[in-house]
């Protein structure tokens, strides 16, 4: 949208690896805009090119990685040309912060829980010696480690699971980033630590005043978090709205398939409606929609040509042919109508 | 002129906008990847300058070493060789038209001594090699596997690795007389524990793997297992094992021929070249007959090692693009 | 989901205790006396957070797991302890697996064919090359797959493809009840309605049993018809499904079920998680024991909460 007042604004990125000898495009060339102090959930599948997109933001793609073309602006700065270590010194950990899925993998297993969240204060925010000790367990304190003077001494391998995450919560938020962007946080947890590390985020982001960024598949985090929703496949963003007119109104064939595929949804005794088929193959050039071939009601169009991005409201945008206004209406699949008719009741 | 184009394309536009045929097959085929485990192996493995420099230079060496008793001239290496003129054996000659690396000091042709003497040490160190190799991956995947013998072989396994190697060697070479089979023997009953502690590791680690209990809950036999699903994944380190322990088998053999518990002297080898070497080196005119079995020792020496790292490297998945 | 024939009993759990060994020579009681019984036809889930001894138990009934106490009867036979061969093989035959992560539970380095047949090699050796092959094909057309696939590597293939690799391993066998230890967790989101539908299709179409072990409670309630709650290798409630969802009674069940996140974001944003505080049972003067509170409806619990649970639903 080109707002001046959005924190993030990334057009047209496209990423590329190296494997093998072959070029895999695994961004095809995405468009995103984050608005200052709100929540963006980035919804896909594996394979969809989600914690690709995110790394680049941070400048974490692998060494076979490169952004060929697109841009990526963070308070109006470029970000998709940095190249070295010392280019993104600044913005990594420090004004972009992230949280990745595994806790254990995040932490280093030999140093001591307080002395790894003073590093980062000792990095980013020049603190040392008594105020980075002290700084660090106020951040566990924060993020609700109890008795945090004596956990500061202790090693990840001593933390369960919830807690571990806590820590690297800890540490990701220490330096009060502008952005923070969580990668699948609670998907490696059970679901009675999954609310409250959710919640956490949630204070941390109201005390901190930060953008978050959620990546994940599952879409009841998403119903919790996120103001706004991206839906991704195969490398581009396919529909974007926020929450209430992606869960109640989606419009791009594939949110249909997510959403009516989750067994929440589901009637028992009736079978799950399910996308057959595996995502696209992206080391080969993509002709027209990546989604045509797993969908029953593809147009011929959707072979032939790329769909462009529609507008259904000014926040609400799908990449489908079937926006256009010469395709044929189409009715979204029972659950999501259904979805749409308990909410609609509730509202009135 | 526009207005039909313009129609021309809304019309075709209007027929694409039509319901296309749904193949659910087609959906099925769209994930497939061509990462093939060996192909990608031997890509990287080729691609180091080195490996192919050594892989060339070893294969030449191994062609030539069993190919030389068959190319025409070549004389005998046991035979001393006279000089009919004068009646006197050849002795020292240095390297020249006439005795391509010389002679030694009873008139032996030092040129096919030596590809002879090379040719009985790889053949120690290949059979040694497949020996341990066997033995080891036997021993290794019962202890391992079987988790009621684990205890047992456990300690089997740190009493023999107490024993120093030199001494075994030294006793065995000792009690039976000294032969080519003497050699094997003692040098397999040796070798064959780092093999074997190895893959009880490996083995330990891959055991309780998701695929091994599917295959335990399919009724297959812990043998089956051990052969399909676990060793294959072994492979590529019981292969650089093995490339290491050649140039080790003939490390020992030129130390157990220098302290006199070697092949007999009737039998050429490389440790007995080199200790005939060894003897006279101080002259410096017959230094050639230490030089040339020395450089040959070394050549297969280095390259197996090279080799063998560079399978290893290239054989781990990690390592691949 | 399924019609329960003439309440068979296929499998059962007699106080069943699985204890592990660990370093230091303590020992860790994974599951402490569990108890429930299988009926042809159903699908039995089990649900429970990470550690709680789930997969332990789903383990032991393939025999893959000792146990250390109690015991399971395959239609009134003990299959725990040691067993005769005979038994052993109607227990490969009859009782199979599908596991959790499709990309650990298949040999990466063995073909499709030879992953799916692997069974067969061990209990059907009279079948000859030809009328293996034929089977194969008909297994993965079973479950969506495409013969042509035999021939090809696992890691050619997708985590749902994989999947399915691994149910046509099991369902080649002909089982009668097929232990899932979590088969859709770690599959993406979209694949698990593949996966589930074809779990149906195929119990209906072959009369299997299932039981069906996650940590989801909102997939449980989609395709179970009985769900048993595991917490910390104490089974605390067993009931019918949807009686489960209307009438929770132990305080781990209530905790867990207002845990589950929901797709819709009124109804997300407005709920509110309960968290389980062991502490508030008080077991000072009688310890709980496993009782039926309503017909069919267990929990574990001792007199005081019983009588509680009967005031507020009574």
């Known amino acids: 949208m080109g707002n001046e007042t959005n924190i993030l604004e990334v057009r047209d990125l496209v990423i590329r690896f190296s494997l093998r000898g072959r070029n895999l495009t695994a961004i095809r060339g995405a468009s995103l805009s984050l608005a200052e102090g709100e929540t963006l959930a980035i919804v896909g599948e594996s394979g969809s090119g989600k914690s690709v997109l995110v790394k680049s933001f941070i400048g974490m793609l692998d060494q076979n990685g490169r ?99 806590r820590v690297v919560i800890a540490m990701a938020v220490a330096c009060q980033p502008r952005i923070l962007i969580c990668d699948e946080p609670t998907t490696a947890l059970d679901v009675t630590i999954q609310a409250q590390i959710l919640g956490l985020i949630k204070a941390l982001q109201r005390d901190f005043a930060f953008t978050t960024i959620y990546i994940t598949h599952d879409l009841g985090v998403v119903a919790n978090v ?49 996308i057959s088929g595996t995502p696209p193959n992206l080391f080969r050039e993509i002709k027209g929609d990546a989604f045509a071939p797993r969908n029953p009601k593809a147009l011929k169009i959707d072979f032939e040509r790329e769909p462009p991005m529609f507008e259904v409201s000014p926040t609400h945008r799908a990449a489908t042919w079937l926006l256009d206004p010469r395709a044929p209406r189409l009715q979204p699949p029972e659950a999501i109508r259904a979805l749409r008719a308990k909410y609609l009741e509730a509202e009135a | 002129m526009k207005a039909p184009d313009q129609a021309a394309t809304l019309a075709a536009d209007a027929a694409l906008f039509e319901f296309a045929d749904y193949d659910a097959g087609e959906g099925e085929r769209g994930g497939y990847s061509n990462y093939s485990y060996w192909k990608s192996t031997t890509k990287m493995f080729l691609a180091k300058k080195t490996s192919l420099f050594f892989l060339v230079l ?40 006439q005795f391509w690396f010389g002679t030694n000091s009873i008139g032996q042709d030092l040129w096919s001594r030596i590809w002879s003497g090379t040719r009985t040490s790889l053949l120690i160190g290949l059979t040694v090699g497949l020996a341990e190799m066997l033995i080891g991956i036997a021993f290794g995947a019962v202890w391992g596997y079987v988790r009621r013998l684990d205890r047992v072989m456990t300690e ?38 780092g093999l074997a502690r190895f893959v009880r590791n490996q083995i330990v680690i891959i055991r309780d793997r998701e695929y091994n209990l599917a295959s335990r809950c399919l009724g297959t036999p812990a043998r089956r297992i051990v052969l399909r699903n676990i060793l294959p994944y072994l492979v590529s380190v019981i292969m650089l094992q093995t490339a290491l322990s050649i140039p080790g088998t003939i490390g020992w053999e030129v130390f157990l021929t220098y302290i006199g518990l070697g092949l007999p002297v009737q ?10 070497g060894r003897m006279i080196m101080m002259s410096p005119e017959l230094r050639y007959q230490l030089i040339f079995p020395t450089v040959i020792t070394s050549l297969i020496t280095i390259s197996f090692y090279v080799l063998g790292n560079s399978f290893s490297d290239a054989s781990d998945p990690r390592n691949h693009v | 989901m399924s019609a329960v024939a003439a309440e068979e009993i296929l499998l059962e759990l007699r106080d069943l205790s699985i204890d592990f060994k660990l370093k230091g020579g303590e020992t860790l009681r994974a599951v402490k006396g569990a108890s429930f019984a299988i009926k042809k036809g159903e699908t039995f889930g089990l649900v429970g957070e990470s550690g709680s001894g789930k997969t332990t138990i789903g383990r032991a009934i393939v025999r893959i797991n000792e146990a250390s106490g109690g015991e399971i009867l395959w239609k009134g036979r003990r299959i725990t302890g040691r067993i005769d061969r005979e038994l052993d093989l109607e227990v490969v ?130 395709i179970t018809d009985r769900i048993a709650v595991i917490c910390k290798g104490d089974i605390v409630e ?57 017909p069919g409806h267990y929990v574990l619990a001792n007199e005081a909460e019983a009588a509680g649970f009967g005031r507020e639903f009574g």
């Not at chain 1, 956990?151 to 391998?157: E, I, L, S, T, V």
């Not at chain 2, 039998?267 to 005939?276: R, T």
């Open chain 1, 67 to 165: 952004v060929d073309a697109g841009s990526i602006l963070f308070e109006g700065a470029e970000l998709a040309g940095r190249k070295t270590e010392e280019d993104w010194l600044p913005i990594r950990g420090r004004k972009i912060s992230m949280v990745f899925q595994d806790p254990m993998t995040s932490l280093n297993p030999l140093l001591k829980v307080g002395r790894q969240i003073e590093e980062v204060l000792e990095l980013h925010r020049g603190l040392s010696g008594k105020a980075a000790s002290l700084a660090a367990v106020e951040m566990l304190d924060r993020v609700g480690i109890i008795d945090p003077q004596r956990r500061a001494g202790q090693y990840p391998h001593e933390f369960s699971g919830g807690m571990r995450q």
């Open chain 3, 93 to 222: 035959r009859k009782i199979q697996m599908i596991f959790q992560d499709p990309m650990a539970s298949l040999n990466e380095r063995a073909k499709v064919d030879y992953i799916v047949a692997e069974g067969l090699y061990n209990v059907r050796r009279d079948l000859g090359e030809a009328e293996r092959q034929a089977l194969v094909e008909k297994a993965l057309l079973e479950v969506g797959l495409l013969p042509e696939f035999a021939s090809r590597f696992p890691h050619e293939f997708s985590g749902g493809q994989r999947q399915r690799i691994g149910i046509a391993r099991a369902l080649i066998m002909e089982p009668e009840l097929v232990v899932c230890d979590e088969p859709i967790s770690a599959l993406d989101v979209s694949i698990r309605a593949q996966v589930l539908n074809l779990l149906s299709t195929l119990q209906r179409d072959k009369g299997l049993t299932y039981l069906f072990i996650a940590h989801d409670l909102s997939v449980v309630r989609f």
């Open chain 2, 156 to 193: 089997i396994y740190n009493v023999l690795d107490n024993i120093p190697t030199t001494v075994l060697l030294m006793l065995l070479a000792y009690i039976m007389r000294p032969s080519f089979k003497t050699m094997v023997f003692a040098m397999c009953a040796v070798g064959w524990l």
């Open chain 2, 58 to 97: 070893l294969g030449a060496l191994l062609f030539f070493t069993f190919v030389q008793p068959f190319v025409p001239g070549q004389r005998s290496p046991t035979t001393i060789f006279q000089d009919p003129a004068t009646g006197m054996q050849f002795r020292n000659v240095t390297p020249g038209a």
């Open chain 1, 226 to 274: 996120a103001d706004r929703v991206a839906v991704m496949y195969a490398g581009k963003i396919v529909e974007t709205g926020t929450a209430e007119e992606v869960f109640y109104d989606p419009r791009h064939p594939y949110t249909w398939a997510l959403l009516s595929s989750l067994p929440q949804l589901g009637v028992k005794g009736h079978p799950l409606y399910s």
């Open chain 3, 238 to 294: 067993l009931a019918e499904t949807e009686e489960l969802f209307a009438r929770p009674l132990h305080a781990y069940t209530r905790s867990l079920l207002s845990a589950i996140p929901v797709p819709d974001p009124r109804v997300e944003r407005a709920r509110v998680p309960i968290a389980y505080d062991p502490s508030l049972h008080d077991y000072s003067r009688q310890g709980p024991i496993w009782r039926e509170v309503f």
């Open chain 2, 267 to 276: 039998i050429p080898s490389l440790g007995n070249l080199v200790n005939e």
